[in-house]
Nanobody, 123 residues
Framework: QVQLVESGGGLVQAGGSLRLSCAAS????????MGWYRQAPGKQRELVAL???????NYADSVKGRFTVSRDNAKNTVYLQMNSLKPEDTAVYYC?????????????????WGPGTQVTVSS
């Protein structure tokens, strides 16, 4: 019912920047929270940044001041601008949305994950 497509990952040197995008499509009625998580090898998935429907944001302490999350509600898209990247930012980054969507004529609530995009920061 809802699909997420991520883009923007890649390889960058320490101190560089990347911008991730995640576009949601499908029978969406309204998107609530939109966020980015990451998972490094051997570690648990962790929240990186979150933006609510009213524009409030929340960041992991490790990325505050370096990363900026934003959303375009008209495009059902969430972005993550990552600056001053560090080798410890290397991970697979996943977008996540919580939303209301249409299914069989009824509104349902769902939580969806993107397939993930690799971000590698070299030292």
């Amino acid at each position: 019912q809802v699909q997420l497509v991520e883009s923007g990952g890649g390889l960058v040197q320490a101190g560089g920047s990347l911008r991730l995008s995640c576009a949601a499509s499908g029978s969406i009625f309204r998107i609530n929270d939109m966020g980015w998580y990451r998972q490094a090898p051997g570690k648990q998935r962790e929240l990186v940044a979150l933006v609510t429907n009213d524009g409030s944001t929340n960041y992991a302490d490790s990325v505050k001041g370096r990363f900026t999350v934003s959303r375009d509600n008209a495009k059902n898209t969430v972005y993550l601008q990552m600056n001053s990247l560090k080798p410890e930012d290397t991970a697979v980054y996943y977008c996540n949305i919580s939303c209301w969507y249409w299914s069989g004529g009824s509104l349902r609530r769902g939580d969806y994950w993107g397939p993930g995009t690799q971000v590698t920061v070299s030292s």
